[in-house]
T-cell receptor, first 115, second 115 residues
C-alpha cells in the first residue's frame, strides 16, 4: 500500500513565524502535491512537483514556497505565517502521468492554527 | 480552467438504502480522469472510485458505482446498501490527461447515514 506521511497532525504557530510542513511518500512517486482544505471551499492546490528540485505553482501559491531536495520528500514552507493561513494542509503523491491513471494518494493532513 | 460542482452540501440516507451524490464539471478537454474521494471524520482521504473519460463503461467498486455522462459532463456516485462506515465527506475531483497537474476538487458533500 502507498503510504504518505506528514510530520505533524496538529501545529500551533504565531503570526510571523516561519513554518515547515513535511511530507514523505514511500512509493517512489514522481509527483507530489500540497493542498489546502477549508470548509465550504474543498481542496485547493498550492504547489506541486513532478521531479526533484522542480516545482510548479498551483491555484493559491501566494504566501507559500516549497522544497523538494529528495524524491520522497516534499516540504511546504510558510515564510511568515499569517492568521489567514490557518487551515488543514494535505499532501499527496502520484505516479508519473502516462504510466497510469495518476491516482493521488493523500497523507493524513496537518491542521495548522496560526495565532 | 476546469471547474467541479457538487450541488449537494449535505445528504442523508437510511442505513441499507441507496444514495446518489451529484457532480458536474466543466472542461474543454476530451481526455481526462474523474475521481470520487472519501474523507471520514478526522481520518485520511481515500480513493473510492475513478473513471477514465475515454471509457464508456461506468466504473464499479463493490457497493460503489458511477454514472458517467460525458456529453452532459456529469459524474454521479451511487452508494448501494449504505453502511454506517460510509458516513464521510465525499469529494468529486478532475484531472487532465497526461499532466502532473493537481486535482480540481468540488466543495464536497457531507453524507450522513441514519441508523
Amino acid at each position: 500500500d502507498v503510504k504518505v506521511t506528514q510530520s505533524s497532525r496538529y501545529l500551533v504557530k504565531r503570526t510571523g513565524e516561519k513554518v515547515f510542513l513535511e511530507c514523505v511518500q514511500d512509493m517512489d512517486h514522481e509527483n507530489m502535491f500540497w493542498y489546502r482544505q477549508d470548509p465550504g471551499l474543498g481542496l485547493r492546490l498550492i504547489y506541486f512537483s513532478y521531479d526533484v528540485k522542480m516545482k510548479e505553482k498551483g491555484d493559491i501559491p501566494e504566501g507559500y514556497s516549497v522544497s523538494r531536495e529528495k524524491k520522497e520528500r516534499f516540504s511546504l514552507i510558510l515564510e511568515s505565517a499569517s492568521t489567514n493561513q490557518t487551515s488543514m494542509y494535505l499532501c499527496a503523491s502520484s505516479e508519473l502521468a502516462g504510466t497510469g491513471v495518476g491516482t493521488q494518494y493523500f497523507g493524513p493532513g496537518t491542521r495548522l492554527l496560526v495565532l | 480552467a476546469q471547474t467541479v460542482t457538487q450541488s449537494q452540501p449535505e445528504m442523508s440516507v437510511q442505513e441499507a438504502e441507496t444514495v446518489t451524490l451529484s457532480c458536474t464539471y466543466d472542461t474543454s478537454e476530451s481526455d481526462y480522469y474523474l475521481f470520487w474521494y472519501k474523507q471520514p471524520p478526522s481520518r485520511q482521504m481515500i480513493l473510492v472510485i475513478r473513471q477514465e473519460a475515454y471509457k464508456q463503461q461506468n466504473a464499479t467498486e463493490n457497493r460503489f458505482s458511477v454514472n458517467f455522462q460525458k456529453a452532459a459532463k456529469s459524474f454521479s456516485l451511487k452508494i448501494s446498501d449504505s453502511q454506517l462506515g460510509d458516513a464521510a465527506m465525499y469529494f468529486c475531483a478532475y484531472r487532465s490527461e497526461g499532466g502532473a497537474d493537481g486535482l480540481t476538487f468540488g466543495k464536497g458533500t457531507h453524507l450522513i447515514i441514519q441508523p
